[in-house]
C-alpha cells in the first residue's frame, strides 16, 4: 500500500503534541545531503527502512499502519521526556 505514509502523516497532524517529536525524528533519520540522491525526498534511507521493516514484521517489505507510527513517536516522545540528556 503507497499511502501509508499519507494514513501516518494525517494521523500525526490530528495530534499537535506529538508535531515536535515528528519533526524531530525525520531530521535524525534522514540522511545528510538527501537532496543529492533519488528519490531527493527528505526521509529515513530505504536500505534502513527495509532494514526496520524485516526487524519489525519479519518482511523487508511490510509497511507500519498508521497506529504503528504513532505508537513509535509517543515512544521517543516518552524516552526523551523522561531522559534527562536528551531534553
Do not use: N
Not at 22 to 37: E, G, Y
Amino acid at each position: 500500500m503507497k499511502r501509508w505514509w499519507w494514513h501516518s502523516a494525517c494521523a500525526v497532524a490530528r495530534r499537535p503534541e506529538i508535531w515536535r517529536t515528528a519533526l524531530h525524528q525525520l531530521r535524525v533519520l534522514t540522511p545528510r545531503r538527501w537532496w543529492a540522491r533519488p528519490p531527493y525526498v527528505p526521509g529515513p534511507s530505504r536500505e534502513w527502512f527495509a532494514f526496520r521493516m524485516e526487524t519489525a514484521y519479519g518482511d523487508a517489505g511490510a509497511r507500519p499502519s498508521a497506529e504503528d507510527v504513532m505508537a513509535f513517536l509517543e515512544w521517543c516522545r516518552e524516552t526523551r521526556l523522561r531522559s534527562p540528556t536528551m531534553r
